[in-house]
């Protein structure tokens, strides 16, 4: 198929596409690996679980998407479980109280967050400047 579009320049490349394995690998909570990447109206984090994990009940402003892409979980939200597996998509509304134990297989998510999440924002740049110091 011919394209008639020229492709982007090196320069228009590198604002709009990230590898998120080249952001800083993140330990938020022990047993949970995140690559996090961020827009201005959006989070999104790409969660490594290793098998059964537990991640405490919290609750945040932005709204979550959590797309389950291998392994399975039971998610908690507003006190009901719910058991995802690969392909399983699971919306959870603003301040309500989530958790989730990975299974013994683990779990690998992507978990969307609009507005972006502020406190992952910051976690992310504190652990860069790190780095570069």
């Given at each position: 198929?011919?394209k008639k579009?020229?492709?982007a ?9 990230v ?10 909570n022990p047993g ?14 790409f ?16 709204e ?9 979980c039971?998610?908690?939200?507003d ?5 995802l ?18 299974s013994?297989?683990g779990l ?9 999440r ?9 652990v ?6």
């Amino acid at each position: 198929m011919e394209k008639k579009e020229p492709y982007a320049t090196q320069e228009e490349y590198n604002k709009r596409v990230v590898k998120y394995s080249d952001t800083p690998l993140m330990q938020l909570n022990p047993g949970a690996k995140n690559y996090i990447v961020s827009s201005e109206r959006m989070t999104v984090s790409f969660v490594t679980l290793e098998p059964n994990i537990r991640i405490t009940p919290h609750r945040h402003e932005p709204e979550q998407i959590v797309i389950v892409n291998d392994g399975a979980c039971d998610f908690m939200v507003d006190g009901k479980l719910y058991h995802l597996e690969e392909g399983d998509v699971l919306l959870i509304p603003s301040n309500v109280e989530h958790g989730n134990y990975s299974s013994d297989r683990g779990l690998r998510m992507i978990e969307v967050f609009s507005p972006p999440r502020a406190d992952l924002v910051a976690e992310q740049k504190a652990v860069q400047k790190a780095l570069k110091t």
